[in-house]
């Protein structure tokens, strides 16, 4: 197909309400935990995003089936045999290597290829072997593949995590869930898709407590007693933060609907900080700004605190504010990449290791810019809606792999932009 391209005429404003998708980073992981289920799992409030597409694929290679009716996926693992996760899923989406828990909690051995690093860091997975093998599985790499096994079986175990990894946490829970014993994991992540996951497992019958805090503990039970179930996904709160990110950019005042406010406790504190004014329901949250934008200083940080998937975004506010403004990146080893697209609208940006000096400026000018990853993609499409003048944002593939309609959502809340073949967009230039 064709590349694709979203085109955005600038010197706008974005007003109104619109409805969250399910998050990404659960759906995916909710998806694979149905392989637990050994049967028909119902997954509700799943985005339709190009992500869900390939973790669909992965399970049906493992033998499942999936469908799809609007946003609600039937999950039936009862004929999965678990062969094997094949390099070309993994290597297009990360997440896959989120099969792995669950494979070694139904069957005791899996073979999922290696996942490779991608635009924001080398995403090695240490912390899931490290863990897993504490838990009695070995690992060994044939070609590119990493073989598990559990040759004493899968026994509880107090597992203690470097850093609070979400991967990790996850596949960690997937597979002590079915582990003969109790597990104790230290220093979990204690995101908000863990939760959901771990409710999921609840109701697929396994025995979770303390998901959400950094102190998991699991009782495992027989696979026998583990039965698929009817799940709903939580909102998207990246999702989320990204168009209350707009509201803030442009003045909204804009309202998200399907989210838990206290999912973006830090960030909301953020955006009143930089002067919006922020007011929040049980399942929604308005974001305005009559003030000017007031430079602000961010450090990402696993959940509670401060999101690295919203770092671009927040780097953006930063760039249009009256002020300097420091941003640390400390999840991810590489994750400006987005401050060089930013500079070439005329953004005023420093890296230094992992500290960004974001100096405001007026008015951003609209360019051709490239998505370098789904979040400084979403984040340029907001650029181009402030900026003087049209921007067109490349590479848009990104964006389709973790928000549902994207250009259509930011078209009910005012914004002009449209999806165009890159070559008719050259030929109206
Ligand atoms: C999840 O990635 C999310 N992806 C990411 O969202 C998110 O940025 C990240 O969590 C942090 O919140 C999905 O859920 C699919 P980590 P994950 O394991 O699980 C290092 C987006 O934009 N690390 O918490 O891969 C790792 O390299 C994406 O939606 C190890 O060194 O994140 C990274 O620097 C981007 N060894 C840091 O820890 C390990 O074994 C955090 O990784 C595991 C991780």
Known sequence: ??????????????????????????????IAAALLGQGPSVIRNVPLISDIEIMSEVLRRLGATVERDGHVLTVDTAEVDNSETPYELVSKMRASISVLGPLIGRFGRARVAMPGGCQIGARKIDMHLVGLEALGVEFSIDHGFLEARTPHGLAGAHVVLDFPSVGAT????MAAVAAEGRTVLENAACEPEIVDLANMLVAMGARVSGAGTSLVEVEGVPLSELRPCDHTTVGDRI???TFLVGGALTGGPVTVRGID???LRVALMKLSAMGCEVQTGPD???VGRERPLAPTDIQTLPHPGFPTDLQAQFMLLAACAEGVSVITENVFENRFMFAS?????????????????????GMLQGADVSSTDLRAGAALVLAGIAAEGQTRVHEIGHIDRGYEDYAGKLASLGANVRRASAEDASAAR
């Open 1 to 30: 197909m064709a590349e694709e391209i979203i085109i955005v005429e600038g010197n706008n404003t974005l007003a109104g309400e619109v409805a969250v998708s399910g998050a990404k980073n659960s759906a995916l992981k909710l």
């Open 170 to 173: 996850e596949n960690l829970l």
């Open 239 to 241: 999702e989320a933060g």
């Open 261 to 263: 406010p206290s999912f």
């Open 284 to 286: 929604w949250i308005t």
């Open 341 to 361: 697209e930013l500079m070439r609208m005329g953004a005023d940006i420093t890296i230094e290791d992992h500290h960004a000096l974001v100096r405001g400026v």
